[in-house]
């Protein structure tokens, strides 16, 4: 079963306390489509310039990501740019260049259409609800959001949370949401918003999971060298969204969550170890089981006698 990821396209350049990269990609649906591309196809919407390189169709079709749905329109391809301070954790974003970004109307193909699985990478919310609109019958809509949208745009998010199954957001934005501290009252009142499920990042801590009477806490990788944490949360849900698609062929159940927010975050920890989709361009299957099983031991423990 393929999956069907929408979200930006882009040309990046970050800046951390060490290295600088000007121009490569990245857009939450250029992460979220490649972690998901290790579980599932991928039909990938979006936009790019004509200054986008070739190449990168290329790499998609490499990794079974079918691109018909990315229009190719004349003008500049979406560009960010960020800065990360000394604890790679707080960023500012530098600059914003919507480009060809600003007059995109996502419309799918055809076959697209009859997505069961659909992973809404970060967007604006209107432009997530018109993708979900051409969808014919979704099985599970996932939708990541950022602060951005919670302070300029609302009303569309508040429109679209009734129409996802799971919702992904990091501790910050939970809280600016839900004007919580408590992250387990914020994930609550965020499943009464409409979503059934509820992620919530908490970068190098792990990431929460909140269902119906459900809670589920994952750790994080310990990594000892992050070069570049742009793009982890769109490779969190990417993961998270491809393996949903892979495996599930009933309803998606709580358990399936669990092991699916494990995978999301055993892509995440590779991505960060390098610049924009550098470590996940050569990311193995092997790679990534041996780390899900580091996970696995991390969390195990006996009750004491
Ligand atoms: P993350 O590190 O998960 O917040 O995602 C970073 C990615 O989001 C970068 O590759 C950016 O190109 C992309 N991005 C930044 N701002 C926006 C925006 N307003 N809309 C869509 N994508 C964005």
Redesign the pocket.
């Known amino acids: 079963m393929s999956v069907l990821v929408v979200g930006?396209i882009?040309l990046?350049t970050v800046k951390t306390p060490v290295e600088e990269h000007t121009d490569q990609l990245?857009?939450?649906a250029s992460?979220a489509a490649v972690g998901a591309s290790f579980f599932s196809p991928v039909q990938l919407v979006g936009v790019v310039g004509d200054d986008f390189p070739e190449s990168e169709f290329e790499f998609w079709k490499s990794r079974k990501i079918d691109a018909s749905g990315v229009q190719r329109v004349r003008g500049k391809t979406f560009r960010?740019s960020g800065e990360y301070a000394w604890d790679l954790n707080t960023r500012e974003t530098r600059s914003?260049a919507l480009n060809v970004f600003e007059n995109f109307q996502p419309e799918l193909p055809e076959d697209f259409r009859k997505a069961e699985f659909v992973l809404l990478a970060?967007?604006a919310p209107s432009l997530q609800s018109h993708v979900l609109d051409q969808v014919c019958r979704p099985r599970f809509v996932v939708a990541d959001t950022?602060d951005?949208w919670i302070e300029t745009t609302r009303k569309d998010l508040d429109a679209l949370l009734p129409r996802i199954d799971l919702l992904i957001l990091n501790d910050s934005e939970a809280r600016e949401m839900t004007k919580e501290t408590s992250l387990v009252k914020a994930g609550r009142k965020i499943r009464e918003m409409g979503p059934r499920y509820v992620a919530i990042k908490k970068g190098e801590h792990g990431a929460l999971l909140f269902g119906d009477d459900e809670f589920f806490s994952c750790g994080a990788y310990p990594l000892e060298d992050i070069h570049d944490?742009?793009?982890?949360?769109?490779t969190f849900a990417g993961g998270v969204g491809g393996f949903l698609a892979a495996h599930v062929k009933g309803e998606v159940t709580f358990a399936d969550l669990r092991r699916a927010i494990i995978y999301g975050s055993v892509l995440a920890s590779f991505c960060v170890e390098a610049f924009s989709l550098e470590r996940l361009r050569k990311l193995t299957k092997d790679e990534i089981m041996e780390r899900y099983q580091v996970f696995r031991l991390m969390s195990q423990f006996e009750i004491a006698a």
């Not at 944490?229 to 769109?234: L, V």
Request: hydrophobic share 35%; proline share 5%; no cysteine.
């Open positions: 930006s882009a990046d990245g857009g939450s992460y960010w914003v970060n967007i950022m951005l944490p742009t793009g982890a949360g769109d």
